[in-house]
């Protein structure tokens, strides 16, 4: 099983003259084909997902709504033993079901030690594979005190990549959260930027301890990120609901700013001061300058779909807002154009 592999060098023209096969799916939409990182926080219940969703794609049957195609897949489960993996089955399997696509390993070689040369051999054994799966990343590395962080974990990321581009199969690799937080989530997880660099494919899995509930946030180079709420349910993991990038950021956005846009719309024109506007659209608890900041951040999601505009001016005694609709013209007679702001950005003179 092999990919298409183009030229290293080729012009342009000749680029988009050549047919390039489509990206091949594991889960559609959610898992191609390449290196995928899977990382979620210690004891979140991760392996039995994962060990779920192996059997899913080798009996061919559904994920989370996507139509799967039935192939082999080689599942390493290098901190279990047999016994813990045939209770796990025994709950996840019904008993007229025979998965015998689902390849386990409990024991592996680490990465430049053997284990690129393991997997080759399970592809050549079995050439329908289309999954591999490692759990955990950590079992197969080897302590290497050589080099910065990121170069080592660069280079052990990158032969199993290589792997998986060469034979157009995705190996998965499942990982481990820092215990730190972080503004950007994907921060969290455990080693350097050289982890995810390396990735196509990122799920980050987030659960608070003893929850039923859990998000995993998908992003990747072949798909628009999304993110999953998924429930337990008797060890198997069902999706509630999945959102797309665009319905994430229009669900940050402050209820307070939609009430104000419905009582633009129900005025046609309004001006004033933010602490003025807070009370005719009946909003309490938020501070004036929290609004304003919030309002520069947002108002092109919220108003211009609505065909509203908005001016933000300033004088010595007041910092005033007008809002029209775009089809109005908006009175600027008494506006300064070295103080006016429009969607929160100053505007410069030509």
Partial sequence: MTTTRLPKTITAGALLATPIPPVKWIIPGLLPAGLAIFAGPSKAGKSWLTLWLCLQISQGKSVWGREIEPRTVLYFSLEDTLGRLQERLYQLVD??????????????????????????????????????????????????????????????????????????ICILLVHHLRKQSSSDPYDQISGSTGIMGVADTTWLMHRQRMSKTATIRVIGRDMDEKMLHIREENCVWTLDEEETAEQQALKAIPDYLWKVADYIDSVGKWQGTATELLVAANISDVKPNQFTRKMAHYARDIFSPRGIEYKYTRTEQKRLFEFFHDDDDGDDDDIDISELFHWGIPQTSS
Avoid: C, W
């Fill in 95 to 168: 008993a007229e079901e025979d998965p015998e696509r689902l390849i386990l390993q409990t024991e592996s070689h680490g990465i430049g030690q053997g284990l690129e040369e393991q997997i080759v051999s399970f592809i050549h054994t079995y050439p329908d594979i289309s999954l591999i799966v490692i759990d955990t990343l950590q079992k197969v590395r080897k302590s290497d005190q050589n080099g910065s962080m990121y170069a080592n974990d660069y280079k052990d990321i990158g032969a199993l990549k290589e792997l998986a581009d060469k034979y157009g």
